[in-house]
């Protein structure tokens, strides 16, 4: 546990102890709930469904006040579903939302020049699951508020505190509100809950209680709302990108207000399952930089799962099994059978395998084994293998929905169901769950761990330490033939297929900008150098990377490394949403050696997985100065295998698990020049030594 780890871990320790004590304190009373036309009437607290321990814990908080009249605010108060992310019909396209937006109303609410410099106001962004279904949960909520009774609602969700001044501030403010309003006509929107957009919210104050919000302000965990407000917001529909975002539009027609100190807070003991789609451009932009890696999908404990499919194109039950964080290996039918002493090993490696074919003794040995469970992908698949235990055997209906498969899988296995949808997954000729490695690489004893110079991702998408994985070593084999170029950044200056980045990366000390990539005669120059620092960063640097993406293929750059320690020059492929990549890398201060990584995260196009930091780093040494002389570097990149060459001899090739899957989805081509912010990848820069210069010939993409 890290420094951060403890130091959030004893905030909410701290925070757990100061509500209890809170909670022990009387009753208070606040005027403004209660009966009659200028009160709230009415309280909404959104919950899912499989979330109840929120919904105890916010009525624990409400039953701390009392109305106007004396009562209980839990009188007053209702509970509605929220709209579950992982409900795929929840949150497909409906017409109270529309999932994609703008930068520019990011900008609207939250203007901030970095990133408008990386990113032109009309480029698109596409809602998260979760932001959909947040935006449908307040939705339905305003459905609620026209449908109802009650002239003004308090609209919470379920991770709310109260401040200890709450009901002297509320009582205060709607006093305030009703007063600059009019009598007769009240409040249709007051905001006693949110967050200012970085500080630059633009307010009219009207006086030392309330203010009139203009732009900027974000989060929606506790406002007040009119029947006529809501039905306001309703015409106004659909809802466009993030809720909380496209509320910042509707400030002038409701005439909102909000207190000039929020008085209900999010809880800081409550964890947050949400994922916001800007965070990537975010990051891209150097508004915010590596904060704790996210983890990715974790279970307790976890017994084998042999699994048999009903065949098909696509191998959508391993790339189910893949999301929900189990190290799954696939087999085509064609290998030797599994014998029951081969168990041991698998199951030590693998959480589940599918499609195996298991000797008699093998299916045997599974079905005694009390920890062992079945899946099977269709009902006639059950006849094959003879009578499985019914209480370890799960037999997914050929009819159920893709969100039904989720659910009966996760309540099998015992594990939380993802927001993604379920995945259509690869074509089974991508081989991307397969273990390809030799059968020396996959019979290392657990026991001989002899390790790596470089630390692995601890992810289900790796090998655990016990599979003993190590580099290969070099081959003399010949790299494919080219086939067809298709892209080249170098031979086509009018209409190049590569494009300039003015953009960053969490971990980076530089900035990437226009000035940092310059077309000369020997190619394209990137440049690092110290000043004219954007986002924090110290140094600005050059990056390019192709317009389209690519799938398998032959990627190519004739290239001179920057020199210098702490500076990084890359040649790779990358995608995002998930994120794959394949890498090379020459570090300045090592230029004798190659680093060559691969990261994979399992899900169709789309899906938002982005976990691990490290990758699978190797090693390679090149037997010459990278920084001194130009030399080719290739990655060959194939179904089935990754093949990475310099000067057309083959130096490290990676098959399936070998440690990783292999990526399967369309990736852009990548160059640039970097300085990490860890010293253990490239030692510490030397500013004397800048500005250093990488060179790039002949950048291809071959089909």
Request: glycine share 8%.
């Amino acid at each position: 546990m890290n420094i951060r780890d403890v130091s959030g871990a004893f905030s909410r320790l701290i925070f757990s102890l100061s509500r209890s004590l809170v909670s022990l304190l009387p009753a208070r009373r606040i005027l403004a709930f209660g009966m009659g036309e200028a009160r709230i009437g009415a309280i909404m607290v959104i919950n899912l469904d499989r979330q109840p321990q929120r919904w105890q814990r916010v009525c624990r908080e409400l039953a701390r006040f009392r109305t106007f009249e004396g009562t209980s605010l839990l009188s007053i108060t209702r509970r509605l579903a929220a709209v579950d992310a992982r409900d795929g019909r929840a949150v497909a396209a409906t017409g109270d939302v529309d999932t994609i937006y703008r930068i520019g109303d990011q900008l609207h609410v939250q203007p901030d020049p970095r990133l408008l410099a990386c990113f032109g106001p009309d480029e698109l962004v596409r809602m998260t699951r979760q932001e959909v279904a947040v935006a449908r949960s307040h939705v339905e909520v305003w459905k609620a508020i026209v449908a109802g009774a009650d002239d003004y609602v308090l609209v919470l969700e379920d991770d709310v505190w109260f401040r200890r001044d709450a009901a002297t501030l509320i009582d205060q403010g709607w006093s305030a509100a009703h007063r600059h309003c009019g009598a007769n006509e009240g409040p249709k929107l007051i905001y006693f809950s949110y967050d200012d957009a970085g500080g630059t919210a633009e307010r009219i104050n009207l006086d030392d209680v309330v203010f009139r919000p203009v732009r900027g302000l974000w989060f929606l965990s506790g406002y007040v709302l009119s029947r006529e407000g809501a039905a306001t917001l309703l015409r106004a529909m659909p809802v466009v990108g993030p809720v909380d975002l496209w509320m910042n539009f509707r400030f002038e027609a409701l005439g909102a207000l909000a207190l000039h100190s929020p008085v209900i807070l999010q809880r800081q003991d409550a964890g947050s399952d949400n994922s916001y789609s800007i965070l990537p451009y975010l990051a891209r932009a150097g508004t915010i930089d590596a904060g704790p890696a996210p983890g990715p999908p974790t279970r307790d404990s976890f017994g084998p799962l042999v699994a048999w499919t009903s065949g098909g194109l696509h191998e959508s039950l391993a790339m189910a099994l893949s999301m929900l964080g189990l190290r799954v290996r696939v087999y085509d039918g064609d290998e030797e059978e599994i014998q029951a002493h081969d168990l041991p090993l698998l199951f030590g490696t693998f959480d589940a395998i599918v499609d195996p074919p298991l000797a008699p003794g093998a299916l045997s040995t599974t079905i005694a084994d009390s920890k062992v469970k079945f899946l099977l992908e269709s009902p006639p698949l059950a006849s094959r293998f003879g009578r499985l235990p019914n209480a370890r055997t799960l037999i997914l209906s050929p009819d159920a929905s893709n969100g039904d498969r989720w659910l009966s899988i996760c309540a099998f296995l015992g594990l939380d169901r993802p927001a993604e949808a379920f995945p259509m997954g690869a074509e089974r000729g991508l081989r991307v769950f397969r273990d390809d490695r030799s059968d020396a690489a996959r019979r290392a004893l657990p026991d001989s761990i002899r390790g790596n110079a470089y630390r692995l991702d601890p992810s289900p998408w790796v090998l655990p330490p016990r599979s003993d994985w190590r580099p290969s070593p070099p081959s003399a084999e010949i790299a494919p033939d080219r086939g067809q170029c298709l892209a080249d950044a170098t031979t086509a200056r009018d209409r190049s297929p590569f494009r300039t980045l003015v953009e960053t990366f969490p971990g980076n000390l530089a900035s990437f900008g226009m000035e940092g990539v310059v077309h000369q005669d020997d190619g394209l120059h990137l440049t690092l150098s110290k000043g004219n620092a954007v986002g924090g960063r110290r140094y600005r640097s050059g990056a390019f990377a192709s317009i389209n993406a690519f799938g398998h293929g032959r990627f190519e750059a004739v290239i001179k490394a920057a020199s210098g320690p702490g500076l990084v020059t890359g040649f790779f492929l990358h995608r995002s949403q998930p994120r794959q990549e394949i890498d090379i890398e020459l570090a300045g201060g090592d230029p004798t050696g190659m680093l060559v990584n691969v990261y994979f995260n399992p899900g169709d196009e789309g899906a938002n997985m982005a976990f691990g930091y490290r990758g699978t780093p190797c090693r390679i040494e090149l037997g010459f100065d990278a920084t001194e002389e130009f030399h080719r570097y290739t990655i060959d990149w194939r179904p089935g295998y990754i093949a990475w060459s310099v000067d057309g001899r083959v130096v490290h090739k990676r098959v399936g698990w070998d440690p990783t899957p292999l990526p399967h989805l369309p990736m852009c081509l990548h160059a640039n020049l970097w300085a990490p912010r860890s010293e253990e990848l490239a030692g510490t820069i030397d500013e004397m030594a800048l500005p250093s210069t990488a060179i790039f010939r002949h950048v291809s993409a071959w089909s």
